[in-house]
């Protein structure tokens, strides 16, 4: 249910690696999409479903495909993730959701980003630093009722914008907000 291959869009290189997190079962609730917009732009999308095994590999799959509808509807990220978590209520899902939507516009070199309760992402600049972008954070899908607001960031050719889950962060017992600083800064 998610890409085994990255998309070729013109003006965006997308690399992904995905490990779940039962190597038997495979099986969980992470998902990730690059998808070709209008305009030359293009989304990047990582998820998470709270839980594993096969009910939440199911929702993930019905999060991955409303995002896909939802995207080609060319709405600011702010706003698509208010339609993904209304219609997270109309199907009953009982799931929640973590989410990061951005669009990347290869020609403005710009970015814009929201997050419903989603670990941020790292900008890697083209001299190699890396910078955990802040982002407000959101509710995650599935909450309701929570607002979702759009940052937009400029983005200098030859720099990587980084996106995951928790599980790239977590450390048991530990701060992950550090954590995933500490990977920022490598």
């Known amino acids: 249910m998610i890409p085994t291959r990255p ?6 290189q997308v690399a992904h690696r995905y490990m779940p997190g039962d190597r038997k079962a495979e099986v ?3 998902w990730f999409d690059a998808i070709q917009l ?3 732009r293009v989304a990047l999308v990582v998820g998470d479903v709270m839980g594993h095994g096969l009910h939440s590999a199911a929702a993930m799959g019905r999060f991955r495909t409303a995002m896909q509808t ?4 060319d709405l600011p990220p702010g706003q698509l993730l208010r339609h993904l978590d209304n219609l ?3 199907l009953g899902d009982d799931h929640l959701a973590t989410c ?7 020609i403005n070199r710009t970015c814009e980003l929201a997050s419903a309760g989603h670990v941020p992402p ?3 600049h083209p001299d190699g630093r890396g910078e955990l972008l802040e982002l407000p954070s959101g509710a ?3 909450v309701g009722g929570v607002p979702f607001q759009t940052k937009k960031i400029d983005v200098s050719d030859g720099s990587m914008l980084v996106l995951c889950t928790d599980g790239l962060v977590e450390v048991r017992g530990g701060d992950m907000g550090r954590a995933w600083r500490r990977s920022a800064a490598t």
């Open 7 to 12: 998309p070729r869009i013109p003006g965006v």
């Open 28 to 30: 969980g609730g992470d």
């Open 38 to 40: 209008p305009g030359s």
């Open 70 to 73: 939802l995207a080609a509807l």
């Open 88 to 90: 997270a209520h109309k």
């Open 100 to 106: 990061l939507y951005a669009v990347y516009d290869p």
């Open 122 to 124: 790292v900008l890697v």
């Open 140 to 142: 995650p899908i599935g």
